[in-house]
């Protein structure tokens, strides 16, 4: 099973980007911790991080035949981008949408989700753990094809 992992604009500063709201772990550390869980559960991932839109929809469309499920954490463009929205959509692979924070607890402009519908579900408010149980609801949702 492989997983992709995309991150969105401003996680590259994770670590020193509003501490009190993100935490201070940066993306590298959530990628180790992540590629650690994956490796007890014999998963093969890809990590990624883009600030360009485009680019990040690039690589939903690369996953095409190579990745089984996609972990997004799209970041501010979850808010705004039709463009991820249509990609996640248009490729068919089942994508889970995460956050470190609560959006539904933060600014209004944050409730709103325009890649929730396309997703098999969300998970937020959970700190970095949300990538670790954003890694487990891919397992889930895998072997769970049918169903889920
Ligand atoms: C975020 C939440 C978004 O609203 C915000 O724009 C981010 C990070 C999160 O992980 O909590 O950049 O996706």
């Known amino acids: 099973m492989k997983v992709l992992f995309l991150n969105g604009p401003n996680l590259n ?3 020193t980007r ?4 993100y935490g201070r772990t940066t993306l590298a550390d959530i990628e180790a911790k992540v590629r650690e869980r994956a490796a007890q559960l014999k998963i093969e991932i890809g990590f990624r991080q883009s600030n360009v839109e485009g680019e990040l929809v690039n690589w939903i469309q690369e996953a095409k035949g190579k ?3 996609i972990v997004i954490n ?4 979850t ?5 991820l929205r249509d990609a996640i959509s248009a490729v068919g692979i089942p994508t889970i949408e995460i956050h470190l924070s609560n959006i539904h607890a933060r600014e209004e402009f944050r409730h709103k989700s325009l890649i929730a519908s396309v997703c098999k579900g969300q998970i937020c408010g959970f700190g ?4 670790i149980l954003g890694l487990e609801a891919a397992v889930y949702v895998n072997e769970n094809k049918k169903t889920s």
Do not use: C, M, N, R
Request: proline share 4%; no cysteine; charged share 15%.
């Open 79 to 83: 808010h705004t981008s039709i463009a």
């Open 18 to 21: 509003e501490p009190e709201v």
């Open 13 to 15: 500063l994770l670590g």
């Open 74 to 77: 799209a970041a501010a463009y």
């Open 128 to 131: 970095q753990k949300s990538y």
């Open 67 to 69: 990745f089984d499920v």
